[in-house]
């Protein structure tokens, strides 16, 4: 069964601090997919990253960057210099290599504080 | 704007009722989710359509009934509503196989079963 974890219920830091998120996943297929997606307080989903098992490859996109590490199954999302807008919760998501079996973890509520 | 609405917004009913949840996509992605989110468990898959007229299970099926009569549309209907079924549905649209596409997520539905 897939399962995801994200032990960091909820998390506060200061505007401009760094963040990280953890997420860590279980599945015992060898294709995959993980995402992240940030749900921000007007209640919509927004989707920000996914990553094929097969590419380890670290990403970054503006503020954001994301670590995949297979040896340890984490796909971390961390937000450089964070803002006040980027208060959300953020939920990382699992998927088959059919893209139809989605796992979400239970999410992580960041609140950056001015 | 990937053009997926789900109606109604918000909804009341009682304990018994039939109620049926719509989502409708612009699009003519091939695949449809119906999701629910509960404080602590994140969201979770009821169904899921890889087209018109193919449906399948998710996590949390019982209960919920699907139909995909045609591409566009894809109703949730709860045969007859249980508190534990108060929730937020969230409806997602998915273009094709997970390999490069993006799930986009509705505004959601905010159900209360009385």
């Known amino acids: 069964a897939q399962k995801v974890t994200q032990a960091q219920t909820e998390i506060s830091v200061v505007e401009k601090e760094d963040v990280t998120l953890d997420c860590v996943y279980e599945?015992?297929?060898?294709?995959?997919?993980l995402f992240w997606y940030k749900q921000p307080p007007s209640g919509e989903l927004v989707f920000l990253i996914r990553r094929n098992s097969f590419d380890e490859q670290n990403e970054i996109s503006g503020r954001y960057s994301w670590n995949f590490q297979k040896s340890t199954s984490s796909f971390n999302f961390t937000i450089t210099a964070s803002q006040v807008v980027d208060s959300a919760v953020y939920f990382c998501?699992?998927?088959?290599?059919?893209?139809?079996?989605?796992?979400f973890g239970p999410g992580t509520r960041l609140s950056v504080l001015p | 704007d990937a053009g997926i609405t789900q109606s109604p917004r918000y909804k009341i009913t009682e304990t018994g009722r039939q109620v049926t949840l719509m989502c409708h996509q612009t699009?003519?992605?091939?695949?449809m989710f119906w999701y629910r989110q509960d404080l602590g468990h994140g969201l979770r898959l009821i169904y899921y359509s890889a087209a018109a007229d193919i449906t399948d299970k998710g996590e949390v099926p019982d209960g919920y009934v699907v139909s995909r009569s045609k591409t566009e549309n894809f109703p949730l209907t709860l045969e007859s509503a249980t508190r534990s079924q108060t929730s937020v549905y969230f409806c997602?649209?998915?273009?094709?196989?997970?390999?490069?596409?993006?799930?986009?997520f509705g505004p959601g539905t905010r159900l209360t079963v009385l």
């Open positions: 998501a699992l998927s088959d290599n059919y893209g139809q079996n989605f796992v």
């Open positions: 997602a649209i998915q273009e094709g196989r997970a390999s490069t596409d993006t799930q986009y």
């Open positions: 599945t015992r297929d060898t294709t995959y997919y």
């Open positions: 699009w003519s992605h091939s695949y």
